[in-house]
């Protein structure tokens, strides 16, 4: 019995030796999942085979009854029973998806289609130049990797994408650090997502019943991070995933996804597809968002499938204080608590629950299980 135990305690050793060998492997080739598909592979690394438990089954998205809300924000400011419908509708749609698309946001489309563009090109120039780049060192403000949770011993595997990371506010990169291939699109874009949060945070604090200017007078809009996705077309999509499914450590996101698709959002305990439409945005609520409203509005764990079409290029935008080290602690909003809703999580600052979230990585829980009372 103690023999075969001892076995057993062996093989794992081994097992997870050559699991970290081959994630060690893989790393230092800079390469990214984009250097294993240009190689010329027809069969998915073991290092990406999520265990059959952890799959997403075809049965598990829900082809039914529900329309994925989208938000028209047109004329928002020139009708007052226009802007309480939206308010209405971002509410509602804050409370029960966590999700919703944009549309009429006033970003121009030809912007939105450079910064796809853009990213795009910056995975597909020469590896030399990319590699450049690359780094696991999370202080720099811009970061090529390929899942920066890789060596996180509870993520089931690894995912099928590569990243690049810009902290472009409050204290942007100078332009000398963005790379060439995206730096001026870059710039350009987060001007007009960081626009576009600060009224997507003025409906918010309406539809909590506060000032509109509570969220933006807190800070919430003042860092931005820019994460563009890349998902390289993949052999054996059913064996892996682009990303595992998680809900973001920000106050909110806005996505921008070209049309592949494969964005899938867990409504009602059911995997929803989030349909790629030309020109809107999509926006969620993120964790710290969750926790000042005290559970109002709700971060949502979402997924994206891999597929056998790619590249899909994604560039998310998460709004918050930014990494940078502040003593500020951010827990639920006091006008919001009452004797019948106390609070229910503890406070942090944004620094210690980014770097608890990058530690756990996407493993499949929620960070914000730490902070609960």
């Not at 503890?346 to 929620?366: E, H, M, N, P, Q």
Request: proline fraction near 7%.
């Amino acid at each position: 019995m103690v023999v075969s135990s001892t076995d057993d305690f062996q093989a794992t050793v081994q097992k997870s030796y050559e699991t970290t060998s081959e994630l060690k492997a893989f790393d230092d080739t800079k390469a990214g999942v984009k250097g294993l598909v240009d190689a010329g592979i027809t069969e998915v690394p073991q290092i990406f085979i999520l265990p059959p438990k952890n799959r997403p089954e075809s049965s598990d998205t829900c082809e039914t009854q529900f329309t994925f809300p989208v938000i028209d924000l047109e004329g928002i400011n020139e009708d007052p029973i226009k802007h309480k419908e939206i308010v209405d509708k971002v509410r509602d749609a804050s409370e029960t998806w966590g999700f919703f698309q944009v549309v009429n946001h006033g970003i121009p489309t030809s912007v939105l289609e450079e910064m796809l563009q853009g990213t795009r090109q910056f995975f597909e120039q020469d590896i030399e130049v990319k590699k450049h780049y690359y780094t696991r060192d999370s202080t720099k403000k811009v970061i090529h990797t390929s899942n920066f949770d890789l060596y996180s011993p509870s993520v089931p595997a690894a995912n099928w994408r590569d990243s690049l990371f810009c902290l472009m506010a409050p204290d942007p990169p100078s332009p000398e650090e963005l790379p060439t291939a995206c730096g001026e699109i870059l710039k350009e874009y987060s001007d007009h997502i960081m626009k576009l949060g600060k009224s997507v945070f003025e409906l918010l604090s309406d539809g909590l019943g506060l000032n509109p200017s509570h969220l933006n007078d807190m800070d919430y809009a003042e860092g931005l991070t820019v994460l563009g996705h890349y998902y390289p077309a993949c052999p054996q999509p059913e064996l892996t995933i682009g990303t595992n499914k998680h809900s973001d450590n920000a106050f909110i996101t806005v996505l921008l996804q070209d049309n592949i698709g494969g964005l899938q959002v867990l409504h009602q305990n059911q995997w929803i597809d989030v349909p790629p439409t030309p020109g809107a945005l999509v926006v969620n609520i993120g964790d710290l968002l969750q926790l000042i409203s005290n559970d109002k509005y709700i971060s949502v764990e979402h997924r994206v499938l891999a597929n056998k079409v790619g590249p899909r290029i994604s560039v998310a935008c998460f709004l918050y204080t930014g990494p940078v080290p502040s003593s500020k602690l951010y827990g639920p909003i006091t006008e919001l608590l009452s004797e019948d809703n106390p609070p229910k999580y503890r406070a942090t600052t944004v620094k210690d629950y980014i770097d608890y979230f990058r530690k756990k990585g996407l493993d499949g829980t929620s960070a914000l299980l730490h902070y609960k009372i």
